[in-house]
């Protein structure tokens, strides 16, 4: 549990890609006496450098980001610092991603549109070792969902599918994947063909518009 001491500022560090929303959560956080931006990262790679070296005790991850995604992200530090609380924060609602982030290990789920005070709760609660679940994700979890078969068909994914899954949605190659996640072109290729399979689809001009059609990239 990553407790932190009362008298003490709680370090958080910002992952996203656009620089306006880094400033505008660097302002909200300094208005508040018990917390700080201590270090901001611009994409993936930044984020794991800052939390291999840096001490924090809450990371807010952007989801869509450029290279390395929040995705790959979480699922890196979740082998490297697997103590660190990982708040994931989305322009997405909470129904397309929130649990599969749960699932692989983030403290808690907000898109970018909560009220501040939900940003506050979050991060304090996520910071005491608690997950932080917003009253749509409580919905979500008590209707069952990801647990029946009424969920729709990406929520079967695993967490190296789902990777793949939105890396062809967005137009990758499968060499450019392999190469992004450091893995063969076979394995790649294998999970792909997983993909289509639990989707249901042929192509990935399939999986493309499979994926905006349910708002899961924009």
């Not at 996520?126 to 409580?138: K, L, N, P």
């Not at 729709?152 to 137009?171: I, M, N, T, W, Y």
């Amino acid at each position: 549990m990553n407790q932190v001491q009362s008298n003490r500022k709680l370090k958080v560090v910002i992952c996203d890609d656009h620089p306006i929303v880094r400033a505008g959560f660097r302002q909200f956080l300094a208005g508040h006496p018990d917390m700080e931006s201590v270090r901001e990262a611009g994409n993936g790679r930044e984020a794991l450098d800052l939390v291999r070296t840096d001490a924090c005790d809450v990371l807010l991850l952007d989801i869509s980001m450029p290279g390395q995604n929040g995705i790959d992200v979480l699922r890196a530090i979740r082998l490297r610092r697997p103590e660190l609380p990982v708040l994931m924060l989305s322009s997405f609602p909470e129904q397309h991603y929130a649990l599969q982030m749960l699932k692989l290990g983030a403290s808690g789920y907000l898109p970018k549109d909560c009220e501040p005070s939900e940003l506050l709760r979050a991060i304090r609660s996520v910071s005491q070792g608690r997950r932080f679940v917003t009253e749509a994700v409580g919905d979500l979890l008590a209707n069952g969902l990801g647990n029946n078969g009424d969920e729709p068909p990406h929520q079967q994914l695993s967490d190296r599918e789902l990777q793949v899954f939105l890396r062809l949605a967005k137009g990758e190659s499968v060499t450019a994947i392999a190469n992004v996640l450091n893995l063969s072109f076979k394995t790649i290729s294998t999970y792909r063909s997983r993909v289509l399979e639990k989707l249901n689809l042929r192509s990935n001009s399939d999986v493309t518009y499979y994926a905006l059609k349910n708002g899961l990239i924009e």
